[in-house]
């Protein structure tokens, strides 16, 4: 089955500067790659999607970066906000499977 | 889109009991799906749940321990049986309304903790 390995753990960065969170995949069928923030007591809200079609998606501040040959990819904020503070989750699957989640990344952004 | 209504929000259970947690979801769903949240741990997928079909469970999660029910396409419940402090977590229920490779929602979880 599919597992994801999501790096780094734990991630400090100072309002304004990017955080960059990478994720590893090991199964070459999966071919929707989410990315889910959770913040503290709350549900994981997704906040940016990209599919095995495209290389490259931007939402504002978010971006993600897919790629498939090497099975990674990536989630990118620039110009940090405290309100970026939470733990952000990757996630992979194949068109009929349940998404499989990364371990997790908490970010926090230092004012 | 969906809004999922997950009860209940928490719960302290004595060992040896069993807790069943709710979940209501505002339109027909195909697909539920049922995770645990260890404390600052991912999400792990604990089985499947559609309407008139009996659960799919994933590996080291077993049908006597969490027997899952969809009696239809908007609701569902899971059943954590014979508590011990190991199944001390957070549980989430999730649907996928667009179907494979959409935006999954998330119940607001139930964090059960067993003493």
């Known amino acids: 089955g599919e597992n994801v390995e999501q790096h780094p753990s734990t991630l400090s960065v100072q309002e304004g500067d990017s955080a960059v969170i990478k994720c590893t995949y090991s199964d070459s069928a999966s071919n929707y790659f989410p990315w889910y923030k959770q913040e503290l007591g709350k549900r994981p809200q997704l906040i940016i999607d990209?599919?095995?079609?495209?290389g490259e998606k931007k939402d504002q501040r978010i971006a993600v970066t897919l790629n498939k040959t090497a099975k990674h990819f990536s989630l990118h904020i620039t110009e940090t906000q405290p309100e970026d503070s939470a733990v952000y989750f990757c996630a992979a699957s194949s068109g009929n499977t349940p998404l499989v989640f990364g371990k997790g990344t908490r970010l926090s952004v230092i004012a | 889109s969906a809004v999922i209504s997950q009860k209940p929000s928490r719960d302290i259970c004595q060992r040896g009991t069993s807790l069943t947690i709710q979940c209501q979801v505002d339109s027909q769903v195909t697909m539920m799906f049922w995770y645990r949240q260890q404390p600052g741990q991912s999400l792990t997928l604990i089985a499947t749940a559609n309407q008139g079909s009996e659960a799919t469970y994933e590996s080291g999660f077993v049908i006597d321990k969490f027997p899952i029910s969809r009696p239809n396409l908007t609701f569902s419940t899971l059943t954590v049986s014979n508590m011990s402090p190991e199944d001390s977590s957070i549980y989430l229920c999730s649907v996928v309304p667009g179907g494979w490779n959409t935006e999954a929602f998330f119940g607001q979880g139930t964090r059960l903790t067993v003493v």
């Open positions: 990209i599919r095995s079609n495209v």
